[in-house]
C-alpha cells in the first residue's frame, strides 16, 4: 500500500511555511494538493490529486494518474506517461496529453471546464461525459467515446484502429483514418463525418447534419438521418 503525502500550504514538499509554493515540484509516490501552488509539478510513480489550484505544469511518468477534482482548478497543460489515467472533474485552463496505456476522462461534473485540447497516443482511450470546447486528437488503438448527455464543440480525430462512439453531441467534424469505425448511436454530429480507410460509418438512430464521406475500404450504413450528402465510395 502506498504511502499519500497531503501537501497543504508549504515550501517544500513536506513543510508547511507559506500559502503559495513559487518553485517547480519534482516528486515521488501518491500527493494530494489541497492549497494554492505557484510552479510546474513533475510526478513519477503515483497519483497526483489536486483539489486546489495549480498555476503551472503538470507532468506524469510510470505507473499512477492526474485527478483533476471538481473543486479545483489548474492554469496549465496536464501531460501523462504511462497506464495511469486523467480524470478532468475541475477547471482546466490548458492542454491533456497521454502517451501510454491510460484513458482521458472528462467528467460530468458542474464544474467541469476545459479550456484547451486533447491528445491521447497510446492504447488507452478519450471519454467525454460532460462537456467540453476542444478538439479530441487520438493516435493510438483507444476509442473516443461521447457519452450519453455529453458534449464536444471542436472536431474529433482518430487516426488508428481505435473507434469514434458518438451518443452525445459533436459541434464539429469527426475523421477516422484508420481501421477503426465511426459510430454514432442516438447522437448528434453538427459538422461533417469522414471515413478514410477500412472501417465503417454506422448511423443508427442518430444525426448527421453535414456530409457523409467513406473514401476506401469500408461502407455507409445509415439508419438514421443525414441533412447532408453521403459519398460512399
Known sequence: MRNIT????????????????????????????TGDTDGNIKITDGTLTVEG??????????????IIGKEASVDGNIKEVGPGDVIQAG????????????????APTANSSLDGNISEKDEG????????????????????TIEEDAS?????????????????EIGGNVEES??????INNGTVYGNVLEKDYGDVFITDGIVYGDVTEED??????????????FDK
Do not use: P, W
Open 53 to 66: 489550484q495549480i498555476d503551472g505544469n503538470i507532468e506524469q511518468y510510470g505507473e499512477g494518474s492526474v
Open 125 to 144: 482511450g478519450v471519454i467525454v461525459k460532460g462537456s467540453y470546447d476542444g478538439v479530441i486528437l487520438e493516435e493510438g488503438n483507444g476509442s473516443v
Open 217 to 230: 475500404y469500408g461502407t455507409v450504413i445509415n439508419k438514421g438521418m443525414v441533412y447532408g450528402n453521403i
Open 6 to 33: 497531503i501537501v497543504t500550504t508549504f515550501a517544500t514538499v513536506f513543510t508547511v511555511a507559506s500559502s503559495v509554493h513559487a518553485n517547480d515540484l519534482d516528486l515521488v509516490g501518491d500527493h494530494i494538493f
Open 91 to 106: 477547471n482546466l485552463d490548458g492542454n491533456i496529453e497521454e502517451e501510454g496505456g491510460g484513458s482521458i476522462t472528462i
Open 152 to 168: 464536444s464543440d471542436g472536431d474529433v480525430i482518430e487516426k488508428d484502429s481505435g473507434n469514434v462512439v458518438v451518443r452525445g
Open 178 to 183: 484508420g481501421d477503426g469505425d465511426v459510430n
